[in-house]
């Protein structure tokens, strides 16, 4: 019998893989899968997270920026129905404000906007409502509204008439003007991840305690 013959007949050298190294080769086979998976589910929600964050974020510069916009326009329209309690047609607390805004399309008109922290069962939203000032709730229209808030504040810079040195307060009612400086803080839930910097805007608009609007003419009545 030749050499050649002998290596031909001899199992221990025929070329192949135990069954244990086959089930080894499987074992890390399975686990290498199973980690690429859990890194692919990882990279996914981290991504996820990353872009409910940006869309939040976004959200609260817009609804920032809507707040900034309407509280500069803010009109002391001066209410004198009463001659003996006469005072600006502006209503804040602490987790709602009513006033009257110019209206942006510049149409003369008077818009009523108001402000709003609504308690839902497990969370606060705050709302930012518009409508023409002579007209009834049908003609609302939602400005903005941003959910998921732990808490809104309000507070308004000033001096009570006149009566003590300007500081800040919790509601500003009845009074003879505009607070010269609004705050918005508020907080998020903790599950949101969200920042909302505080705010603080000052009315730009002043006018005459005895100017009333004519819509006509776009002036005060009779000057």
Same mark, same amino acid.
């Given at each position: 019998?030749?050499? !050649? #013959?002998?290596?031909?007949?001899?199992?221990?050298?025929?070329? @192949?893989?135990?069954? !244990?190294?086959?089930?080894? #080769?499987? +074992?890390?086979?399975?686990?290498?899968?199973?980690?690429?998976? @859990?890194?692919?589910?990882?990279?996914?929600?981290?991504?996820?997270?990353?872009?409910?964050?940006?869309?939040?974020?976004?959200?609260?510069?817009?609804?920032?920026?809507?707040?900034?916009?309407?509280?500069?326009?803010?009109?002391?329209?001066?209410? +004198?129905?009463?001659?003996?309690?006469?005072?600006?047609a502006f209503d804040g607390s602490r987790e709602t404000m009513t006033?009257?805004?110019?209206?942006?399309?510049?149409? @003369?008109?008077?818009?009523?906007?108001?402000?709003?922290?609504?308690?839902?069962?497990?969370?606060?939203?705050?709302?930012?409502?518009?409508?023409?000032?002579?007209?009834?709730?049908?003609?609302?229209?939602?400005?903005?509204?941003?959910? @998921?808030?732990?808490?809104?504040?309000?507070?308004y810079f000033g001096a009570e008439d006149g009566k003590s040195a #300007?500081?800040?307060?919790?509601?500003?009612?009845? &009074?003879? =003007?505009?607070?010269? !400086?609004? &705050?918005?803080?508020?907080?998020?839930?903790?599950?949101? =991840?969200?920042?909302?910097?505080? !705010?603080?805007?000052?009315?730009?608009?002043?006018?005459?305690?005895?100017?009333?609007?004519?819509?006509? +003419?776009?002036?005060?009545?009779?000057?």
């Amino acid at each position: 019998m030749t050499a !050649l #013959a002998s290596i031909e007949q001899d199992p221990a050298g025929e070329a @192949g893989f135990t069954l !244990l190294e086959l089930m080894i #080769a499987m +074992t890390l086979l399975a686990l290498l899968t199973v980690a690429l998976f @859990g890194g692919l589910k990882f990279g996914s929600q981290v991504w996820a997270a990353s872009e409910a964050k940006t869309a939040g974020t976004d959200k609260i510069i817009a609804v920032q920026s809507l707040l900034s916009e309407e509280i500069a326009r803010a009109y002391p329209l001066f209410l +004198t129905t009463d001659p003996t309690d006469a005072h600006v047609a502006f209503d804040g607390s602490r987790e709602t404000m009513t006033f009257l805004s110019a209206d942006p399309n510049r149409s @003369g008109a008077m818009l009523r906007i108001d402000m709003q922290a609504h308690h839902d069962a497990d969370a606060t939203r705050l709302t930012v409502r518009a409508r023409p000032e002579l007209a009834d709730n049908t003609s609302e229209q939602v400005l903005a509204d941003l959910p @998921g808030l732990a808490s809104v504040a309000f507070a308004y810079f000033g001096a009570e008439d006149g009566k003590s040195a #300007a500081g800040w307060h919790a509601s500003w009612q009845d &009074r003879k =003007h505009l607070p010269a !400086l609004i &705050r918005i803080t508020a907080r998020f839930a903790p599950r949101a =991840h969200l920042n909302w910097p505080t !705010l603080i805007v000052a009315p730009r608009i002043a006018a005459d305690a005895g100017c009333s609007i004519d819509l006509l +003419t776009k002036d005060c009545q009779g000057r």
